[in-house]
């Protein structure tokens, strides 16, 4: 919920004292003709808000046309880059979108970065609406001494690795060591950890990368400590993530029956999802294994485990400081009820030895342009109900609207909002009524500033590509990794 002080912009303060000279309110304000004019809406960013807001604005107005601008050279954005490499299912998404992108009023520009090759001023000036839908591409730092020794890694970083974004191609994580630890307990903690210690040969059938799965073959990482600063009932990942890590091959769990006392009675009143999550740590770590699961896990040569109670307070280096050795948690306790229960610390710290250091306390977005406002505490540009406040024309869906938090199906539901309320605004006559150039006034901006638009043709041959290369090994696809090699691919 955004703070009642930002202003939603179609107010009729605003248009005392926004509308440019040459138009007068009542000619503004009439009503956008549906059957004479085509509005030319532009959308930055081409993950599951941007293709979402597309496909909301493409199926309910006849005559839009949308732009999506993509700063990578390929589409999806976390659908390909951020959905691990054992979960196909989730990636199937990615054919809605395709048939989005086909349309013949939808058109993709990737190698495109607005704030860098164009300014969100000039999409504003040659489009009726503009809508950002750039997500969250930097992680929340942890803000401790040691954060910036080789072995601490960000989740985010680690998971463009092995699924081939091209800025973390060569993250290069030593995995020679015993045990790692992850900070944070949300689905990407349990990704990562889930593909750390996943048999690589249950991996080699996925889109994960070919230098990512030469890695895992030689990992030596044995234990996975996932760590949190409260407990059980204040876990984020979700049941279906849970239930593959207790189900992992190889692998057994190593739960504190301690850390479950009292909770029994504690969730019965939760809502169903939450309950039913919590029975099953409750019983994973609580009841004697059945006689097949005991010997399985007798026989498992690799564990991991959840840490409730446990903040970050520094990581410890090597004897030569040249390398993370260990990670010292403060030991908290809880203060508060319900949503506002916050961990504290009791004064105890404990140290706990490893060689790999992953922080997954979340995701943030950047400011994308000056010209649009930002909230740097929340990570949002200001919004009421997608309309970004005080720049008329200009709206947001998915994590930059709202935070990085839910899963794909939010986000879609989020972007259809969006979509909807820039409807609203364009039938209402909020929006310019005169007619916009739309692309052809951002690719003439592009050609003079020798920036090569990537089109949705031209993903189709890179994707072509991949496929082949996948089928050579065995797998759905290879993915390209370097910028240059697909530029060179295309005949640029």
């Not at 919920?1 to 138009?23: D, E, I, K, N, Q």
């Not at 004064?347 to 649009?372: M, Q, T």
């Amino acid at each position: 919920m955004a703070p009642r002080c930002w202003r939603w912009w179609p107010w009729s303060s605003w248009t005392r004292t926004r509308l440019p000279p040459s138009r007068s309110i009542q000619n503004f304000g009439q009503h956008f003709s549906t059957q004479e004019q085509t509005p030319q809406i532009c959308v930055v960013g081409s993950g599951p808000a941007g293709f979402y807001t597309a496909q909301h604005l493409l199926k309910h107005h006849s005559r839009a046309h949308v732009d999506i601008y993509e700063k990578q050279l390929v589409p999806f954005g976390l659908v390909r880059f951020g959905v691990a490499p054992d979960h196909p299912e989730v990636k199937n998404v990615i054919n809605t979108f395709t048939q989005t992108a086909r349309s013949d009023r939808c058109a993709f520009y990737g190698n495109v970065e607005v704030g860098r090759d164009v300014t969100v001023q000039e999409l504003r000036d040659a489009y009726h609406a503009v809508v950002l839908s750039y997500g969250a591409e930097d992680h929340q730092a942890l803000d401790i001494p040691g954060e910036e020794l080789p072995g601490v890694f960000s989740a985010r970083a680690f998971v463009g690795w092995y699924n081939g974004l091209p800025e973390n191609r060569e993250l290069a994580p030593d995995l020679s060591c015993d045990t790692a630890v992850i900070l944070g307990q949300g689905n990407v903690a349990l990704d990562v950890a889930r593909i750390l210690l996943t048999p690589p040969d249950h991996l080699e059938k996925t889109d994960i990368t070919e230098a990512a799965l030469g890695a895992l073959r030689q990992s030596r990482v044995k234990t996975v400590w996932i760590v949190g600063r409260r407990g059980p009932l204040q876990v984020a990942f979700t049941i279906k993530e849970l239930r593959e890590m207790i189900q992992l091959p190889g692998t057994r769990p190593m739960l504190d029956p301690v850390d479950f006392l009292g909770l029994q009675d504690r969730i019965k009143e939760a809502a169903r999802p939450r309950k039913r999550l919590m029975e099953l740590l409750l019983r994973t770590a609580t009841e004697k294994p059945g006689v097949e699961e005991a010997a399985r896990r007798a026989s498992a040569s690799r564990a991991w485990g959840l840490r409730f109670f446990r903040s970050p307070q520094q990581v410890l280096p090597s004897p030569d400081g040249w390398r993370v050795a260990g990670i010292r948690l403060a030991v908290t306790r809880l203060e508060g009820i319900g949503e506002a229960t916050r961990a504290v610390p009791t004064g105890d710290v404990e140290d706990l030895p490893c060689g790999l250091v992953l922080s997954s306390v979340g995701y943030k977005s950047r400011p994308i342009d000056p010209s649009v406002p930002f909230d740097p505490k929340l990570g949002v540009i200001p919004n009421m109900e997608g309309r970004v406040v005080d720049v008329p024309g200009l709206y947001c869906s998915g994590w930059v609207k709202r935070g990085p938090t839910g899963v794909i199906t939010t986000t879609m539901t989020d972007s259809f909002l969006t979509g909807q309320i820039l409807l609203q605004d364009l039938r209402a006559g909020y929006l310019p009524s005169g007619p916009r150039p739309g692309s052809a006034a951002i690719k003439a901006l592009l050609d003079s500033r020798g920036v090569w638009p990537v089109s949705f043709s031209d993903w189709e041959k890179l994707d072509a590509e991949e496929v082949s290369r996948g089928q050579a090994l065995g797998k759905p696809r290879e993915k390209l990794l370097d910028p240059q090699e697909m530029l060179q691919l295309l005949g640029h």
